[in-house]
């Protein structure tokens, strides 16, 4: 059901040179670089430029510049050499002449020196540590010193000895909150290397371990509730707990969310989005991984392309939380009251100026088309659904579009079953299919007596026998 409406000159915001799609910022197509970088730090920063050099032209060479500064900032000097790589691919790829790198930034040598024999000896340090852990054989020290290395490796980019470390660490967990922590670290690596396949499998790991490590809260507070003298204090430590269930558990959602999107699933994405706590429940991983507005922009999109209107409403308006975060991006709000108001036209309008602004998000990049298409074609389905006939041209001025576009649109949607009608491609009309409720239940009440009929014959056969 994924059809591509084509745009009128100067209204897309994506070119195509050969194989790879080039977003268009422009005034029609507005994005606001330094904005949408300020709400980011770590890692994420740079991975997010990455993207923006090898998908925009016209925010490249800044998007490099902030890029260089920002690899100052990290603990892996390696990063320039990816931004270098996709600087200079953008560079055969646009139709426009750009800068070359030298004369936009270059790394500090100096710096790179210093911070490789930093990282040497960090290294040396952990691991001589954790080998001292293992000839003493103190099992909550070998955990921790496994946790550090893969925190390290991490931080220099090494992710498959950063996720060696993390997984060997499991084998020196002693307590169900040790492996909720290790789950965790997990996830947020696999996140940041956007291998998404494997999320599914920690975050059941992570439930398990999340309930194990309340239940053993609770039996603990049951087991307390007897003595007098202590009670207090322990009351003060058991708050936390409850605020930490939450906290991870929009982790694990956030994770979910995620994995679900990659895989295509809009609907279960949706929901999962939806659902999400509150900003402070993200604690760190908000900014290091993903902002409140992109939740917004993820949930409202997925919902708009899955969700029934009625869930629309409930999900998304009505709901405090989620609320929050759409805050962030006005433009969603918009985008859902003109959806409920059957204003298809804003709709399309909407999606189309932020298109730009979604291109050029790591994470629903891959799905934007794909995801614009089943609002397109919700949208035209919906519109349609209470008339028996309509004409062409008033549909054209609903969306948008010109009417040999909304012929192709509604003439494809017919072929896949989800518009049941005909289109007199003369008068420029679509009627909906006629169906004769009357004679439709008596053909599946003679149906239901034929076969009720072959089946008692089947039963006297066997009574016989």
Request: charged share 20%; aromatic share 8%.
């Amino acid at each position: 059901m994924d059809v591509d409406i084509p745009e009128e000159t100067g209204q897309s915001s994506t070119q195509h040179v050969g194989k790879t799609p080039l977003v268009v910022v422009d005034d029609l197509h507005p994005f606001d670089l330094d904005s949408y970088i300020a709400n980011y730090r770590g890692r994420t920063v740079i991975d997010r430029l990455i993207h923006i050099i090898s998908s925009c032209p016209a925010l490249a060479p800044e998007a490099f510049q902030l890029a260089v500064q920002h690899i100052h900032q990290s603990r892996d000097p390696s990063l320039y050499q990816q931004v270098l790589s996709a600087y200079e691919q953008i560079i055969k790829s646009a139709e426009v002449s750009l800068p070359s790198p030298g004369d936009l930034a270059s790394l500090d040598t100096r710096w790179v020196e210093e911070i490789m024999a930093k990282n040497q000896a960090e290294r040396s340090k952990l691991e001589v540590e954790l080998k001292t852990y293992s000839n003493n054989m103190i099992k909550e020290s070998i955990r921790m010193g496994h946790r550090d290395l893969g925190d390290f490796y991490r931080s220099v980019g090494e992710y498959p000895t950063a996720l060696k470390h993390y997984t060997k660490s499991r084998e020196f967990c002693t307590t169900s909150q040790h492996v909720l922590e290790m789950c965790l670290s997990v996830l947020e690596l696999l996140i940041e290397q956007r291998n998404y396949s494997h999320l599914p499998t920690y975050v059941f790991k992570a439930d398990a371990a999340l309930d194990a490590a309340s239940a053993a809260s609770a039996s603990a507070k049951e087991g307390d509730g007897n003595g007098a003298s202590t009670a207090a204090p322990l009351l003060n430590k058991r708050k936390p707990m409850s605020e930490d269930r939450e906290r991870v558990q929009s982790k694990l959602d956030f994770a979910t969310a995620l994995s679900n999107l990659a895989s295509g699933n809009y609907q279960k994405a949706a929901y999962a989005f939806l659902k999400l706590g509150s900003v402070k429940d993200f604690g760190n991983w908000m900014g290091k991984l993903v902002a409140p507005g992109d939740i917004a922009i993820y949930g409202v999109l997925c919902a708009l392309a899955s969700l029934p209107r009625s869930a629309l409403k409930t999900q998304i308006l009505e709901n405090a939380t989620f609320g929050v975060y759409v805050e962030q991006e006005p433009y969603v709000r918009e985008l859902v009251e003109a959806y409920l108001g059957s204003n298809f036209k804003t709709v399309l309008e909407l999606l189309n100026r932020y298109s730009s602004r979604h291109a050029l998000d790591i994470y629903l990049a891959p799905h934007i088309v794909e995801l614009t298409n089943m609002i397109r074609n919700w949208a035209v389905v919906l519109y349609f659904q209470p008339f028996a006939s309509i004409r062409l041209d008033r549909m054209s001025g609903a969306f948008g579009w010109t009417v040999q576009e909304v012929e192709q649109q509604v003439v494809n949607l017919i072929q896949s079953g989800s518009i049941h009608g005909r289109v007199d491609s003369q008068n420029k009309i679509l009627y909906a299919k006629q169906t004769d409720y009357r004679a439709e239940l008596f053909a599946r009440a003679i149906k239901a007596g034929r076969e009720i009929q072959a089946t008692n014959r089947k039963v006297l056969l066997r009574m016989r026998l």
